[in-house]
């Protein structure tokens, strides 16, 4: 719980520790589809959206590969509307066939409009398999494919529901402009008499240890020769997880940055490049990615970036520079809590990694990353034999 | 001790909550600049928003406003392009440009703590811009490339489309962007434009968040230094739309998943008594999640994965919009059914519970437009660029919660006649005519 007394509104948010990670391989894009299903009423309330829009509420969600993500804001007077709408759904859905029916409809639509009916759209549909062999994180969260979707039964739908929608796999965070004493009880009263899930074992595939680059070529009906490059990187509660986001932001965070001026600008090797990291749960990826200049072949746009890359491994970084990426993550995460949708969505998410509070923490973590242990995360992230490169080819005369 | 709620009935909704809006103070710089002030010092976050009338209405080639606006911060009379950006992320800023039919400009934010480290540099981007040679080159050269990219794009083809159609051809506000225009662009066109339209006395500015007393002394010491050229700028009386006879557009994109709907017309302005009546009826249609049209063609049959409508404001001229992407298979039905909702509005009284609904849904929706001191930036610059108060939005919400089913019906028949709607299909077309 937060309080905010300036403002008028409520935000709550719901957390559920499932995402496209728990999927079974042959039944992926589950945990989104379900996220839409979560909309389709619940057992004693036949719509969600109805109630919530007549208390002058407005709604989303979303899902990723760690988890599902519920989020609400509302006027304060109407919180505990809020409440009830979010324990029914918690406690059990409607399972109504129609809703089943329309949601695999409008999430094939989302597959359609999102990756394929659009330019470079299946870029991580391709890269993602390439990177992973074991570990879940091989599909997205959309599914590996719209087969999957339309396969979905009303049973499944079930299973998934019994095992992961429970108290004990949830994160609720209340921000905005309330009060503990009034809230509580509410939260106890509509919440508290729902029985918790069987405790979750979670293992997840190891991705093993890669020993040797791997790449891939694909044409498309693009208008130009796009280069995506991924390596493995470390886990969200690694120390050198936060070490790699600094890499990344060195690289391509703001126009100052390294791959814009020397590639973009100098060089126009690139129309556009960008390094970011997934951010994962897990071992995530580290990918650079890059549309080439018309007069630019794959070869000679790799080597420049491999440049680049090796003046990270064998140069220490100037502390001006290192500074300038460490300022910008402190602004960041100051701009990311001014709403109270944001510090409810931030709160709930430290949560899930270890406890609220280690929010406040965040910062200091980067400001500890030294020059000499960028150098050293540079070498481990990039050495020989741990590439995955996606050549992604404009078809001539398209 | 275990509680079990009766979950079969709602909780009852509190009292409704007054949209209670102060009206930002102001003062003038030395050379004449207003500035707003919508302070929230609970916040280590500064936002400083630099408004000129310079928005692609006043251009006389196309591109030139927008390519002005990106341009600014590419070098100064003594900074080059890399040294600005450098600053910049260096204190973690974000300098952001905008650029509408109407208006264009930037917007800063920052942290508080290093807002006065900004500000010298803010000056120099706004009265000593250069627009070097080769930063234009580059920027023709990578924006042309980015727009053979989105060109492909269904929604982008139609977007485009569309506001030729709807503001007709060779108007100021239905200018319609063509590959080649990129090849035109130099830096002659754009200092033009930048000495003509980027002036004291074509500006205001907008300072929200963590703010303070030095502050604003700070902000005097530099950009209430900005030299004027003097000459007020009067725009020749110009055709910001027409009502071309053209009322459907086909684009065919050749094996396209989807098809691209826009489907609308000039309407309202926002001063016309009418216009809160219209602004519910487009929310009943289209205008949020629990809309009939989301209802019907996504909830219902399955179409789309979303489809809205929506009123755009502009200084000389509204638009009503119903846009949606399709599964191309069902472009006519999609289209038939959208024409039957509109169609609907004007055949039957609106059910007292669906209004009910929706005049609680915007009493929410109006206080979160204005919660938090950013939100109310945002809202800040829409309204007074339309030249409208803050009070104005209030009065608007009072308005709409005494509508009548029987007022709303008159007003569909009036304001909502699909007849009169112009269409644009870009995408899978061969069953159209």
């Keep these: 719980m937060h309080q905010d007394p300036h403002t008028p509104m409520a935000a709550v948010n719901i957390l559920y520790k499932v995402g496209a990670r728990d999927e079974d391989p042959e039944k992926t894009g589950f945990a989104h589809l379900f996220e839409h299903l979560m909309f389709g009423g619940s057992v004693n309330i036949p719509s969600y959206d109805n109630p919530l829009q007549q208390a002058g509420g407005e709604n989303n969600a979303f899902t990723n590969n760690d988890f599902t993500n519920y989020y609400l804001t509302l006027p304060k007077n109407n919180l505990e509307t809020a409440f009830w709408l979010e324990s029914d759904r918690m406690l059990s859905l409607a399972f109504s066939r129609k809703s089943l029916r329309v949601q695999k409809q409008v999430v094939t639509e989302e597959f359609k409009q999102n990756y394929l009916n659009q330019p470079y759209g299946d870029v991580y549909l391709l890269l993602k398999p390439l990177a992973y062999k074991h570990h879940p994180y091989q599909w997205n969260t959309i599914g590996k494919e719209i ?196 510090k409810a969505m931030s709160l709930s998410y430290f949560e899930m990694l270890s406890k609220a509070e280690d929010i406040n923490n965040e910062t200091e973590k980067y400001q500890a990353v030294r020059r000499e242990d960028i150098r050293e995360q540079a070498r481990k992230l990039f050495a020989e034999g741990k590439k995955n490169v996606l050549y992604y080819k404009a078809k001539k005369n398209s | 001790m275990t509680t079990y709620p009766d979950r079969n009935h709602a909780p009852a909704l509190g009292h409704a909550q007054i949209l209670n809006i102060q009206e930002p103070e102001s003062f003038t710089l030395d050379n004449g600049i207003p500035v707003f002030l919508l302070p929230a010092n609970q916040q280590e976050a500064t936002r400083l928003d630099i408004v000129f009338d310079a928005g692609s209405s006043f251009q006389t080639q196309k591109l030139q406003a927008s390519a002005v606006n990106k341009l600014l911060k590419e070098g100064t009379r003594n900074k080059s392009s890399y040294e600005i950006t450098k600053t910049l992320d260096f204190y973690g800023a974000y300098l952001e440009p905008f650029s509408g039919k109407d208006k264009a400009g930037i917007t800063l934010f920052g942290l508080y703590k290093y807002f006065d480290k900004l500000l010298p540099l803010i000056f120099e ?31 982008y083809r139609a977007s485009m489309e569309y506001n030729e159609l709807i503001f007709g051809k060779n108007t100021a506000y239905g200018q319609k962007l063509e590959e080649n225009d990129f090849d035109i662009l130099c830096r002659d ?82 001063s016309h008594p009418d216009y809160p009546k219209l602004y519910l009826l487009n929310t009943i249609l289209g205008g949020y999640f629990g809309s009939r049209l989301m209802s019907s063609l996504r909830e219902d049959k399955g179409y789309t994965y979303g489809v809205y409508s929506s009123i755009e404001n502009f200084k000389h001229g509204n638009s009503l919009t119903i846009a949606t992407e399709v599964n191309a298979e069902h472009t006519v039905a999609a289209l038939i059914e959208i024409e039957h909702q509109v169609e609907l509005l004007s055949q039957h009284k609106i059910p007292d519970r669906e209004l009910e609904t929706v005049k609680n849904y915007l009493q929410g929706s109006f206080l979160r437009y204005f919660d938090g001191p950013f939100s109310l930036a945002d809202q800040f610059l829409k309204s007074h660029s339309l030249g409208l108060n803050f009070v104005h939005y209030k009065e608007m919400l009072e308005q709409v919660m005494d509508l009548t089913t029987g007022e709303l019906l008159d007003a569909a028949r009036k304001y909502m006649d699909f007849k009169k709607m112009k269409v644009l299909v870009a995408g899978k077309t061969d069953e159209l005519k």
Excluded at chain 2, 146 to 151: M, R, V
Aim: aromatic share 10%; hydrophobic share 35%.
């Design chain 1, 147 to 342: 087969s999957h979707i339309e396969k979905a039964t009303m049973d499944d739908v079930k299973h998934f529901y019994s095992r992961y929608y429970n108290p004990n796999n949830a994160i609720l965070c209340v921000t905005g402009n309330i009060h503990p004493d009034k809230v509580i009880p509410q939260i106890e009263n509509w919440f508290g008499s729902i029985p918790s899930g069987a405790e979750l074992q979670r293992n997840y595939p190891a991705e093993p240890e890669q020993k040797e680059n791997r790449t891939l070529t694909v044409e498309r009906d693009v208008p130009q020769d796009a280069l995506y490059m991924a390596w493995h990187m470390p886990a969200r509660n690694e120390k050198e997880y936060y070490t790699s986001d600094l890499i990344s932001d060195l690289l391509s965070n703001g126009d100052s940055s390294r791959l814009f001026q020397r590639l973009v600008k100098d060089k126009q090797w690139f129309t556009d490049i960008n390094a970011y990291i997934t951010g994962d749960m897990d071992r995530g990826l580290f990918i650079i990615s890059g549309k080439l200049n018309p007069s630019v072949d794959f070869h000679s746009a790799e080597e420049q970036i491999e440049k680049e890359l090796t003046k990270l491994t064998e140069h220490l970084v100037e502390e001006e520079e290192l500074q300038k990426v460490k300022n910008k993550i402190e602004a960041n995460l100051v701009f990311s809590e001014i709403s109270i949708l944001g």
């Design chain 2, 125 to 155: 981007i706004i009265s000593e811009a250069v627009f070097p040679e080769e930063e234009v080159r580059l920027y023709a050269e990578r924006k042309k490339q980015q727009f053979t990219i989105q060109y492909q794009k269904v929604r």
């Design chain 2, 189 to 270: 066109l754009l200092v033009d434009f930048y000495q003509l339209h980027y002036q004291p006395h074509n500006t205001y500015f907008l300072l929200g968040g963590k703010t303070s007393p030095e502050l604003f002394k700070q902000l005097n010491d530099t950009l209430g230094k900005i030299p004027g050229n003097g000459q007020p700028f009067l725009s020749e009386p110009k055709v910001y739309w027409t009502q071309d006879e053209e009322q459907y557009r086909y684009v065919t994109k050749e094996n396209a998943l989807q098809s691209a709907l826009r489907i609308g017309n000039i309407t309202l302005e926002r």
